[in-house]
T-cell receptor
Framework: GAVVSQHPSRVICKSGTSVKIECRSL??????MFWYRQFPKQSLMLMAT?????????EQGVEKDKFLINHASLTLSTLTVTSAHPEDSSFYIC???????????FGSGTQLSVL | GDSVTQMEGPVTLSEEAFLTINCTYT??????LFWYVQYPGEGLQLLLK?????DKGSNKGFEATYRKETTSFHLEKGSVQVSDSAVYFC????????????FGKGTRLSVIA
């Protein structure tokens, strides 16, 4: 069964609204989760690393005030796209790494479309 | 920094053709290497992996061998099917800590009957 649950799978919103995406670890405690973004026909790009109980680490060029990440528990991390604009339309996916390299799990992704 | 380079797509093949998708990497040390597949409308799924030099990962008829001397991890399949149509991502990960995956740009494969 699924190890990572990501919701919603698809969201359409109006420009200027905020959208929250949840990523849940179902089978184990995840101290670290990763958030990626994939624009059409491009690769997954790491946006930020979400650490339980502390501030997320953002990659260069990613606006931390626009993409709010909260990792309040060992099983849940949320990504909030604030004041979304059409250019934020993308596929967002979370990833959890358990232990070493042997176990890497991805959520099913969230397709965000901003009108 | 670490990086992954894979061949540009899209790749269009006829059913039962041989598939090769090239992937090379740049990294210090000994990363683990992965191929992920993304079927239309779905999230990424791990296809195969190799954790050390000369390891061969295999799954669903796909194979890739970790070649440290050429820093490559090319994906191959002897006979593709229409159901193999998807986007394939090569990726690497460090062996220590909670470092995330570094992905290539992805290669879209279309297999026609």
């Amino acid at each position: 069964g699924a190890v990572v649950s990501q919701h919603p799978s698809r969201v359409i919103c109006k420009s200027g609204t905020s959208v929250k995406i949840e990523c849940r670890s179902l089978d184990f405690q995840a101290t670290t989760m990763f958030w990626y973004r994939q624009f059409p026909k491009q690769s997954l790009m790491l946006m930020a690393t979400s650490n339980e109980g502390s501030k997320a680490t953002y990659e260069q060029g990613v606006e931390k005030d626009k993409f709010l990440i909260n990792h309040a528990s060992l099983t849940l991390s949320t990504l909030t796209v604030t004041s979304a604009h059409p250019e934020d339309s993308s596929f967002y996916i979370c990833s959890i790494k358990q232990g070493g390299n042997e176990k890497l799990f991805f959520g099913s992704g969230t397709q965000l479309s901003v009108l | 920094g670490d990086s992954v380079t894979q061949m540009e797509g899209p790749v269009t093949l006829s059913e039962e053709a041989f598939l090769t998708i090239n992937c090379t990497y740049t990294a210090t040390g000994y990363p683990s290497l992965f191929w992920y597949v993304q079927y239309p409308g779905e999230g990424l799924q791990l296809l195969l992996k190799a954790t050390k030099a000369d390891d061969k990962g295999s799954n669903k008829g796909f194979e890739a061998t970790y070649r440290k001397e050429t820093t490559s991890f090319h994906l191959e399949k002897g006979s593709v099917q229409v159901s193999d149509s998807a986007v394939y991502f090569c990726a690497l990960s460090r062996n220590s800590g909670n470092t995330p995956l570094v992905f290539g740009k992805g290669t879209r494969l279309s297999v026609i009957a």
